[in-house]
């Protein structure tokens, strides 16, 4: 017999061939094809059955992936045409909401679109086509704009960037097509409603009832219980294990939530003691923030005051008339000058002014052309006729000019025709006062008798001849004008000299705590310094520091200290983080002990509370005020610590303080969170399970006896005809065991929801939220913390509630199914005339908001029953549902990450055909 070596030897390069095929198909291939077809418990998953066909794991991918390939389409298209067109479609906002959608909502909108197809229903391509222009045109109301248009290379870009065909495309879009058709079926019954209708609508948010309550407890029941054996609560607790340990829900489970251990030191405004802030506190505190917090800013008087007169302007011979302005050409320039002491004026005479009263001003009158001035001195046409004053915008002339006199207004025109050196038409006026610490010599008694005397304004060739060239003016050359209304000097003044007869000077900016005195009767000479006059308001004030301004700071003060009690914890807290983070990154770091809160607080006399296993659920019955206060830490986006907690931002870290405060308690928060547990599932023998498993079995068993003695107190109460305090506190019912009678405040069925233009606005169905039902002297708000029997209601009960008429009883359950309540309706308010003549009186606007809500509701709740029929007439039925079975899988996973073993339950995304086959 040949050896078989032989033939290998003689065939090896086709054997080698052979193995290494082999070992590809061992180590490539097969792999793949085994987890296509799955392998443990995903392959066998079914997550819903009907007579359209069972959906599988393989089928729910294969919707998530026509989904997914349908929104990017959407993206896309937008993107196109915003490059293109630069016009804003709803294509991008399309599919964000597709990829918003449930796994849930998708696979029953699939049976809705397969039995559309079942029943006869198609869409052709011009109706998909009309329905992209439709989306293309956006808020466009013009239809034949190119901006709204879809054109052939818009939509072939579009097929190629996002991978897809136009096959696929127009399959997709039917099937959602299909489904709005199904939708929009109903909303013909629900466009108008009927006015006994409308009227219901307005009761349920404007009518107000009053309600006796009876609870009943399922504790009162629970010790009744036959005691369970120990395989009755094993198949309980895998029954309910992965459901989450929800104690607001009727089918509450003992997957155990995020849980976080919080330490948190807390006080409130009203700790503070103003009383202990001393007089020379409050003094010094004034002195430091007077600049700041109290100082009254000056104010420009704009008119004469009534009462006054006509006050006249300084300089203006008592009389009310413009002063004479420097006339302006299109080659008016001024050139830079410096004035000096020893310079004479040249061929103008000093000016004079008459004693005034310090007052405010009133505008005067602008002269005609050629009027002679008040003073007998004639005007030319040309300074008459200079447009009004406009104050100077430059940085410099802005510094050094005192508050409040650039007030004019500009007329319009004025710019029209003006050199580039005075842009802003600021005239100068040749009038100036003389202050008594002026170099000049003091005017004598007998000068101050002399009458007002106003020179001439320098004819305009005399400015051209000594500036030629037309130079511009240095910095220093000041073109900013003085208001007509205040007769404070401005940072403006004309200095003449013998080369120079029109030149400025800026003086210094005045003191802030005195003025100087001005002798307004001196003959002042071109040149003397301006200075602002004593009735302006530019001395600086402050606030009075009376009592009521001594209570505020000492009210603040107090409230410092408290911050500064509480920033000394924080710093305490502080320090032990640093250690934490140094640790964490180097194990052999120093770690002292964690501070001792209690004990710090307890020296500075706020409070403390140790909150243990803190979750989602449970954290709102914990410290309400706490899980609404807002964090101050730019990290958490300024959001609640609840939302900061359980939210989208992130959590916080481990070991930092963070603060937060009640606006609404005027109650100031410092927290952090000491320790952090995940998710998962419990075994049954771990420690308390056992216990917990057999209470909650309890409370489900205690449900039904509870629910019979509040109807067994019903028949009592619908035969005796009176109030549940009546009947119950009688002697013939004394035995019945009624130990809770409680009465409501007034309530409304529903309330409006805080943001509900927003939904209008967003086309989103507006949610018609619960009232707020408040126990007997319960403040608004307050029905959360200070309810001692009215707790988490819900649906049935306010809907049962508001359905019952006055005098009517019934019973009803919590959300929890914990209590049941034996309700009467004691009270409605308006009566029905009342309430009717109200409803007539409304505004238009009012009604259309409740109608709004009103469609919403009923279109939502007719699609549900028309979708309920479909799922009726195809059998289709939820086994698990996606989001059930992923929590599942996530749980497991992480149990058996704990425990080392790997996680090999979810495969790989595999592509699969857009086109999910019939099965």
Do not use: C
């Amino acid at each position: 017999m040949a050896s078989p070596f032989k033939y290998f030897r003689k065939h090896q390069k086709q054997a080698f061939v052979g193995l290494g095929v082999m070992a590809m198909i061992s180590f490539i291939v097969l792999p793949v094809l085994l987890q296509y077809l799955g392998s443990g418990s995903t392959a066998s998953v079914t997550f819903a059955t009907s007579t359209l066909g069972n959906i599988g794991q393989q089928e729910l991918y294969a919707l998530n992936h026509r989904r997914q390939a349908l929104a990017n389409f959407y993206q896309t298209l937008g993107l196109e045409m915003y490059q293109q067109t630069q016009s804003n479609s709803g294509f991008p906002q399309l599919g964000a909401e597709l990829q918003q959608m449930s796994e849930e909502a998708m696979v029953e909108e699939w049976i809705v679109a397969r039995y559309m197809q079942k029943q006869g229903h198609h869409v052709t391509d011009a109706e998909v086509g009309e329905f992209l222009a439709t989306v293309a045109r956006g808020n466009s109301l013009d239809e034949n704009s190119p901006k709204a248009m879809i054109t052939e290379q818009i939509y072939q870009s579009a097929l190629r960037n996002a991978g897809i065909s136009d096959y696929d495309v127009k399959a997709l879009i039917a099937d959602e097509l299909l489904v709005s058709r199904f939708r929009s079926s109903t909303m013909q019954s629900v466009r108008t409603l009927s006015p006994a209708a409308m009227f219901d609508w307005y009761n349920q948010f404007n009518r107000q009832m009053k309600i006796e309550v009876i609870p009943v407890s399922i504790n009162e029941f629970t010790a009744n219980i036959p005691e369970p054996s120990e395989k009755t609560l094993k198949k309980f607790f895998e029954e309910n294990k992965f459901r989450d340990n929800n104690p607001n829900a009727a089918e509450s489970g003992f997957s155990v939530p995020k849980q976080f251990h919080i330490q948190v030191v807390s006080y409130q405004e009203s700790l503070a003691k103003p009383e202990e802030i001393t007089d020379d506190e409050v003094q010094q505190y004034y002195e430091k923030n007077k600049e700041a917090l109290y100082k009254i800013a000056p104010q420009t008087q704009q008119q004469t005051p009534t009462g006054l007169g006509n006050i006249p302007t300084p300089g203006m011979s008592g009389k009310l008339s413009m002063p004479p302005t420097l006339p302006q050409s299109d080659n008016t320039t001024v050139p830079t000058a410096t004035p000096s002491a020893t310079t004479e004026p040249a061929a103008i005479e000093p000016v004079t002014m008459e004693p005034v009263t310090p007052a405010p001003i009133t505008t005067p009158e602008v002269k005609p052309e050629n009027e002679s001035s008040a003073s007998g001195t004639e005007v030319p046409a040309s300074v008459s006729a200079a447009p009004e004053e406009q104050p100077d915008t430059s940085t410099e002339n802005q510094a050094e000019s005192p508050a409040g006199l650039d007030q004019e207004e500009k007329k319009d025109g004025e710019n029209e025709g003006k050199s580039s050196w005075n842009h802003m038409n600021a005239p100068i006026r040749f009038v100036s006062y003389q202050t008594e610490e002026a170099s000049e010599p003091e005017v004598s008694a007998q000068d101050d008798a002399q009458p007002v005397a106003v020179s001439e304004t320098a004819p305009q060739d005399a400015v051209e001849s000594e500036n030629p060239q037309g130079n511009l003016p240095s910095e220093n050359a000041a073109t900013e004008s003085q208001p007509a209304e205040n007769s404070a000097a401005t940072a403006l003044e004309v200095a003449p000299s013998a080369t120079n007869p029109l030149a400025t000077t800026t003086p210094a900016a005045p003191s802030a705590t005195s003025v100087p005195a001005v002798n307004f009767n001196a003959t002042l000479p071109l040149g003397t310094a301006l200075v602002p006059s004593p009735f302006s308001s530019l001395i600086t004030q402050y606030k009075l520091l009376d009592d009521a301004l001594k209570t505020e700071i000492r009210e603040k003060l107090a409230l410092e200290r408290l911050q500064t009690k509480l920033k000394s914890i924080e710093n305490a807290m502080n320090v032990y983080y640093g250690q934490y983070v140094a640790h964490l990154q180097r194990p052999n770091a120093k770690l002292d002990s964690r501070p001792d809160l209690a004990a710090l607080v307890r020296d500075v006399g706020f409070q403390y509370a140790d909150l243990e296993n803190v979750n989602s659920f449970n954290m709102v019955n914990k410290d309400l005020f706490f899980a609404q206060s807002m964090i101050g830490d730019s990290t958490t986006g300024g959001d609640s610590v609840y939302g900061t907690l359980f939210g989208r931002s992130g959590g916080v870290n481990q070991n930092k303080p963070y603060l937060a405060e009640n606006w609404a308690q005027k109650t100031h928060y410092l927290f952090w969170v000491t320790d952090t547990s995940e998710e998962h599932i419990p075994k049954f023998n771990d420690k308390g399970i056992a216990e917990q498993v057999k209470e909650r079995w309890a409370a489900v068993e205690a449900s039904k006896p509870a629910k019979e003695k509040a109807e067994q107190l019903a028949e009592i109460a619908k035969k005796s005809g009176k109030s549940l305090i009546e009947t119950f506190t009688s002697r013939e019912n004394a035995s019945q065991d009624v130990k809770t009678i409680v009465e409501s405040e007034y309530f409304s069925f529903r309330k409006l929801p805080d943001n509900y233009f927003l939904y209008i606005y967003n086309g989103m169905p507006v949610p018609a939220q619960f009232g707020e039902v408040r126990e007997k002297n319960v403040l608004p708000g307050e029905s959360l913390v200070k309810n001692t029997v009215l707790k988490n209601l819900g649906q049935e009960f306010m809907e049962g509630v508001y359905d019952l008429n006055v005098g009517e009883i019934g019973v009803f359950a919590n959300q929890s199914q914990d209590t049941f309540y034996l309700v009467r309706k004691a009270e409605i308010s308006p009566l029905d005339d009342a309430a009717f003549t109200s409803y007539q009186a409304a505004q238009q606007f009012e009604l259309r908001i409740y109608t709004q809500i009103a469609l919403q509701q009923r279109n939502y709740e007719l699609n549900q029953g028309l979708q309920k029929d479909v799922f009726a007439k195809t059998n289709f039925a939820w086994k698990v549902k996606p989001s059930e079975y992923q929590q599942q899988i996530k749980l497991e996973s992480s149990e058996r990450n704990q425990n080392g073993g790997a996680d090999n339950r979810f495969p790989p995304g595999r592509n699969y055909p857009l086109n999910l086959p019939e099965f």
